[in-house]
């Protein structure tokens, strides 16, 4: 998440002519953390409902200035609406290799290998069955493979830190990969993210869409981290964090962290149940 | 609903090796007799083009085969240019333009499109109308400047235009469901 990366002051200009903006700091960051801490207990009690997504407007997360809606979002209610179904994805769309991001090259990458594996579930704790999960993520020196991240940490010729691959009949996935370093980015002075795997999913319907980002355990980053803290429910928050799960580490291979997943919004059962 | 969900989290900037995939964009393929192309630019709420947005659009139906893989070499070869898959997926240019062909929308009327971007902490849904009529009966209750956001322009044969308008004065009309 080098948000910023183009639109926002560089670090190395802070110190610049005075017609340059400061580049805030963590202890303001901070404090815009608290504020909006503050201002969700507040509306829960208040009776307002638990929040389980971040509020767009979020601002410690700066590039969400210009990037958010300022209307409320319009309720559709159609039951024959479109977007209550979704694209499929089948075995022409997914090679068994992509789930192991360790083997996509002639030599293994450098890093930590681990697994993470769950299931991918709908909001009655359903499995969502043969749907299309993809991950990115940087590789063990907190460098990703794209042309306009600029951290200069090294590249790794044998990881590019993509894969994909289908959920089975019981909703399960699984990848094999190497543990993401942490990098930093240009939100503020000294923004690090912490280490994280980013996933996108599909439900069986468009509504059950989500993209979002994984954790792991104890990570000391998490308190000064805008795009985490952006769930201001703790334990939503929590949701976003992968278990480290001894039994489904290998001997001698990898380290198991497991990571189930629940798309959120209406699915088939939508109309049938009359929400 | 018993189970609580999983939040979102920004796609981030760093997407752009891992979630477009070539002919993302070619919902219909060139020759299909009812295709129509629309493009146009995202925008922030200065009216700058966002660079770094991700464009999903679902026309319905659906069938596997939208990032085809090679079984010899893993590499994406894209679609094999007869099975109508009905999604597409467009990351927004430099100049924060897309363009998407699709089959002019059938009894439903309208795409859907799903916007993601770096800032974006959970993506957005909105829909193009081709017709603004029909717009209309689905939307009746908004304001005719409201409105006009989910209603595509021609610019030429074939072609339409449609601007997505993250905030300001001219911010789209964006939906939630359920
Ligand atoms: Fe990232």
Known sequence: MAAGQQTEQPAEQAAGPATVQPVPDQASVDVEIAEWRLRYEKHLADGGARQNHPDRAYAAYHSTALRHPTQPLVAVADPEALELSGPVFGVTDVTDLDRDLTRQHNGEPLGERITVSGRVLDRDGRPVRGQLVEIWQANASGRYAHQRDQHPAPLDPNFSGVGRCLTDDQGAYSFTTIKPGAYPWRNHLNAWRPAHIHFSLFGEAFTQRLVTQMYFPGDPLFAYDPILQSVTDDAARARLVAAYVHELSQPEFALGYRWDIVLDGPGATWMEEGR | ?178
């Open chain 2, 1 to 178: 609903m018993s189970v609580l969900p999983t939040p979102s989290q920004t796609v981030g900037p760093f997407y752009g090796y891992a979630l477009p995939f070539a002919g993302g964009g070619d919902v219909v393929p060139a020759g299909h007799p009812d295709a129509v192309t629309i493009r146009g630019v995202v925008h922030d709420g200065a009216g700058e083009p966002i660079p770094d947005a991700l464009l999903e659009f679902w026309t319905g139906p659906g069938a596997p085969g939208s990032m085809r893989r090679d079984p010899t070499s893993g590499r994406v070869i894209g679609r094999d240019g007869v099975t109508l898959t009905g999604f597409g997926r467009v990351p927004t240019d430099a100049d924060g333009s897309y363009t998407v062909r699709v089959a002019r929308p059938g009894p439903m009327q309208y795409v859907s499109v799903c916007v993601f971007a770096r800032g974006l902490l959970h993506h957005l849904y909105t829909r193009v109308y081709l017709d603004g009529d029909a717009a209309g009966a689905d939307f009746g209750s908004l304001s005719a400047a409201r409105r006009a956001t989910l209603v595509a322009t021609p610019e030429r044969e074939g072609v339409w235009r449609f601007d997505v308008h993250l905030q300001g004065a001219e911010e789209t009309v964006f939906l939630e469901f359920g």
